[in-house]
């Protein structure tokens, strides 16, 4: 397993950017799938986005054209950059890691980061 920390989240008007940041601990990150999940209050973890050690991106239609997800296995890092961001983007952001193929289910991946709050304003 590697050791997942997110940074870069914030406070956010709506239309607004963020760009989110997983760092990765372990040797073996390149070789990981990696993805970026969503919590709002009361409601499961979602799906958001996808790259695969080959760099096979897969994004969610709620996010899709808005969001890019992204690596760069030198630094161990993957990246969300957040643009046109919406109230209902507003959630607590996770990293996630595996070697699973691409899934948008949570219980597919083994590795986790404790989260980044994101909140956008109206």
């Known amino acids: 397993q590697v050791q997942l920390v997110e940074s870069g989240g914030g406070l956010v008007q709506a239309g607004g950017s963020l760009r989110l940041s997983c760092a990765a601990s372990?040797?073996?990150?390149?070789?990981?799938?990696m993805g970026w999940f969503r919590q709002a209050p009361g409601k499961g973890r979602e799906f958001v986005a996808h790259?695969?050690?080959?760099?096979?991106?897969y994004y969610s239609d709620s996010v899709k054209g808005r969001f890019t997800i992204s690596r760069d296995n030198a630094k161990n890092t993957v990246y969300l950059q957040m643009d046109s961001l919406k109230p209902e983007d507003t959630a607590l952001y996770y990293c996630?890691?595996?070697?699973?193929?691409?899934?948008?289910?949570?219980?597919?991946?083994?590795?986790w980061g404790q989260g980044t709050q994101v909140t956008v304003s109206s």
């Open positions: 996630a890691g595996g070697r699973s193929p691409f899934s948008t289910i949570p219980e597919n991946y083994n590795s």
């Open positions: 790259i695969t050690w080959t760099n096979s991106i």
């Open positions: 372990g040797r073996t990150f390149s070789t990981y799938n």
